[in-house]
């Protein structure tokens, strides 16, 4: 459990990677580990605890509450993501278990056609797994990073998430008895407030040119087939 001294200073790391002159603490290139593509790197030494980066991507909110307490309630967003498929087959899923929802990693273009990843420092997308991990996530409120800004609208960069606004099913209300929708655009109103992304920070000190590793603590078995090789 984090301390409130320790929340504070994640909000404040995370602010940092959102100004848009920051200096990215990381960078993405080829991994180290065979046949896994790119990864990301720390381009700095870091200090165990210190946010290194942003993981991109649609967010869809778990059930309200209010709902969840019917047991005739059931969740309609997680068949298929913002990005289409089955859900099981998409490696960019990030389960925020804590506030509920996900983001999806691979749905990286906004409802108005923006890039959610335009950030370099939102990149956590890109981090490959490890069952020895060097970093973990915490959830994060949009809503409470944006709150009292120490800088103007016009230092900070567009955020690396976006609220799913696709007009698909979000859940069926077992008190109303009826299919609940998201929305077709998104309304400002609610734009952070139900909005939520996730922080990457160091599980301990890394040195510069280290391989960013994270744990995806995924379910099973049995495992999704392009996570197989992970858990051998």
């Known amino acids: 459990m984090w301390t409130k001294v320790r929340q504070v200073s994640l909000i404040s ?3 940092y990677l959102i100004h848009r002159h920051h200096a ?23 200090e165990k605890d210190r946010v290194v980066c942003l993981y991109p991507g649609i967010y869809t909110p778990g059930i309200p509450k209010y709902a969840a307490e019917s047991v005739e309630t059931v969740n ?8 289409g498929g089955d859900i099981e087959s998409n490696p960019y899923i990030l389960n925020l278990n804590i506030q509920g929802g996900y983001i999806d990693g691979s749905a990286l273009i906004g409802v108005h056609g923006r890039c959610l ?7 956590a997308n890109m981090i490959n797994h490890s069952k ?13 990073v944006l709150d009292d800004l120490g800088y103007q609208d016009e230092h900070k960069m567009p955020l690396p998430n976006e609220l799913r606004a696709d007009g698909s099913s979000w859940y069926y209300d077992g008190f109303s ?14 734009s952070t407030t139900l909005l939520y992304g996730a922080a990457l920070f160091a599980k ?29």
Request: charged fraction near 30%; aromatic fraction near 12%; include cysteine.
């Open 24 to 46: 990215p603490l990381v960078e993405v290139r080829p991994s180290y580990i065979p046949n896994a593509g790119i990864g990301v790197f720390v381009k700095r030494p870091i």
């Open 177 to 190: 008895e009826k299919v609940v929708s998201f929305s077709s655009s998104v309304d400002k109103s609610e």
């Open 76 to 83: 309609l967003a997680d068949k298929e993501p913002p990005s």
């Open 204 to 232: 301990r000190d890394m040195e510069y040119g280290d391989e960013i590793l994270l744990n995806y603590k995924l379910k099973g078995p049995p495992y999704p087939a392009w996570a197989q090789d992970w858990y051998e």
């Open 132 to 144: 020895d991990a060097n970093v973990d996530w915490m959830p994060i409120h949009w809503n409470e």
């Open 117 to 123: 990843d335009d950030n370099p420092s939102a990149c």
């Open 13 to 15: 790391d995370v602010r």
